[in-house]
């Protein structure tokens, strides 16, 4: 299979996610809350898409509401779509909600600001070897996977970045805290693993203090 076929092959595995989700009415409800809650506030509105992300194919994007001068409130999501990396598929779904605090600086603009999140993923995935050695995770066996949940409460961290036209930001961000997931563990021959000894339990669980978002988002604010 060429490198266009494969990058085929993705496109249409996310935009039959995407019909699904329009199916289910949640995208349709999400948008009609963002829209209300934007024109209600009638403040400024930023688009956001993740430049780190994109080049590894895993989308990401959201929206920042201005609350107040100091205050904004972010929506965003992630996904990425691989079937197989090393004999294992790596599916995830993340979504977060930050509430966002901008000090005041001397030019009186959003510049550093520091938010609290929390978040709520899906996944089906191993990680990939280069991964593991950085993270100091286990490394699993070849054709394993976890399928699971997570829940994320934590900080983020960031400063944006003002460009020649106005409307348009970079901004550099990082965040992290508490990892609490429940999944189950896979083999390579679909059996399920244990770790624990408790057979009727229906998921495992673990919980991790780590950074697990960050990127370079290029924003976009809508006129008022």
């Not at 990058?7 to 595995?13: D, H, Q, R, S, V």
């Not at 080049?55 to 904004?72: A, D, K, M, Y």
């Not at 600086?105 to 191993?126: E, I, P, Q």
């Not at 699971?148 to 944006?160: D, E, L, M, S």
């Amino acid at each position: 299979m060429t490198l266009i076929d494969e990058i085929g092959k993705k496109l249409a595995f996310f935009l039959d996610k995407i019909q699904y989700y329009i199916n289910c009415g949640m995208i349709k409800y999400l948008s009609s809350f963002l829209l209300v809650f934007s024109i209600t506030l009638n403040s400024q509105t930023e688009l956001k898409f993740n430049l780190a992300s994109a080049p590894f194919l895993v989308p990401n994007i959201g929206i920042e509401v201005q609350i107040s001068e100091r205050f904004g409130y972010q929506l965003d999501t992630s996904a990425s779509f691989y079937n197989n990396i090393e004999g294992s598929p790596f599916h995830m779904t993340q979504i977060f909600n930050e509430i966002r605090f901008y000090p005041k600086n001397k030019t009186n603009k959003r510049s550093f600001f520091v938010a609290a999140h929390v978040g709520y993923g899906m996944y089906n995935l191993r990680l990939p070897r280069w991964i593991a050695n950085i993270s100091g995770s286990e490394y699993k066996e070849e054709g394993s996977y976890q399928y699971g949940r997570n829940a994320y409460y934590g900080i983020t961290i960031g400063k944006k970045i003002p460009l020649k036209n106005e409307k348009f930001n970079l901004e550099i961000f990082v965040g992290g805290g508490s990892s609490q997931s429940n999944y189950k563990y896979y083999n390579k021959d679909e059996q399920r693993i244990f770790a624990i000894t408790n057979y009727k339990r229906k998921f495992n669980k673990s919980g991790e203090e780590l950074p697990y978002r960050g990127g370079l988002m290029l924003t976009y604010k809508l006129s008022k």
